[in-house]
Nanobody, 127 residues
Framework: QVQVAESGGGQVQPGGSLTLSCVLS???????????VGWFRQVPGAEREFVAA????????RYGDSVKGRFTISRDTSKNAAYLQMNSLEPEDTAVYYC????WGGGSPYERDYGSWGQGTQVAVSS
């Protein structure tokens, strides 16, 4: 089982940037190479929205339509950490952002395909 913990949320002005971090703890697991990691976000009263995902051992990345060209997902294998670099932030990006992981996952855009979730980190974009 992998444990997931996000950090880095906060308040930022429109047009600004923020980077979220997701640390994956390998309790009893030697490698993340078979895992997929995804970022989702949620506003009150709405379903979780797909933001970005990738397979830890691969190069392909997937992004939600609303963040393409503005957000970038990346990883640091030495730290077992994934990152979400968010640029040109808009008020509509305000949400709780969640990191999720799934073994043998394919970088799915569907939250049902992820079994390990963090507690979320709040991002607020306002002037």
């Amino acid at each position: 089982q992998v444990q997931v913990a996000e950090s880095g949320g906060g308040q930022v002005q429109p047009g600004g940037s923020l980077t979220l971090s997701c640390v994956l703890s390998l309790s009893g697991i030697s490698t993340l190479s078979n895992y997929a990691v995804g970022w989702f976000r949620q506003v009150p009263g709405a379903e979780r929205e797909f933001v970005a995902a990738f397979k830890w051992g691969g190069a392909a990345k997937r992004y939600g339509d609303s963040v393409k060209g503005r957000f970038t997902i990346s990883r640091d294998t030495s730290k077992n950490a994934a990152y979400l670099q968010m640029n040109s932030l808009e008020p509509e990006d305000t949400a709780v952002y969640y990191c999720a992981a799934e073994k043998w996952g394919g970088g799915s855009p569907y939250e049902r395909d992820y079994g390990s979730w963090g507690q979320g980190t709040q991002v607020a974009v306002s002037s």
